[in-house]
Nanobody, 116 residues
């Protein structure tokens, strides 16, 4: 059984930084793709950043976060998201996903609030 747990969320002022961490227990290998999504109040879930699990580690960033956020594969079953220059519009619950073909696992999310 796989459990995905996110941590690191909180309240930060505009322009500040946060680092989110995700740890997936169970049978998660380096072949799994891992990603961060976010969902703001009243909005749908959107992809923030993604790292492929093919050994090459190709990353993708949403245009709204490119240049400010960095996704890192810290271990086969762990990924982090360094968020710099945070803006109020980055306020959302951030979710970690581990996926390989039809296997898809999600965490419960960690809340990020950017406000002065």
């Amino acid at each position: 059984q796989v459990h995905v747990v996110e941590s690191g969320g909180g309240l930060v002022q505009p322009g500040g930084s946060l680092r989110l961490s995700c740890l997936a227990s169970g049978s998660i290998t380096s072949s799994y793709h891992m990603a961060w999504y976010r969902q703001a109040p009243g909005q749908g879930r959107e992809l923030v950043a993604h790292v492929r699990g093919d050994g090459i580690g190709i990353t993708y960033y949403a245009p709204s976060v490119k240049g400010r956020f960095t996704i890192s594969r810290d271990a086969a079953n762990a990924v982090s998201l360094q968020m710099n220059s945070l803006k109020p519009e980055d306020t959302a619950t951030y979710y970690c996903e581990a996926r390989l073909k039809s296997d898809e696992y999600w965490g419960q999310g960690t809340a990020v609030t950017v406000s002065s």
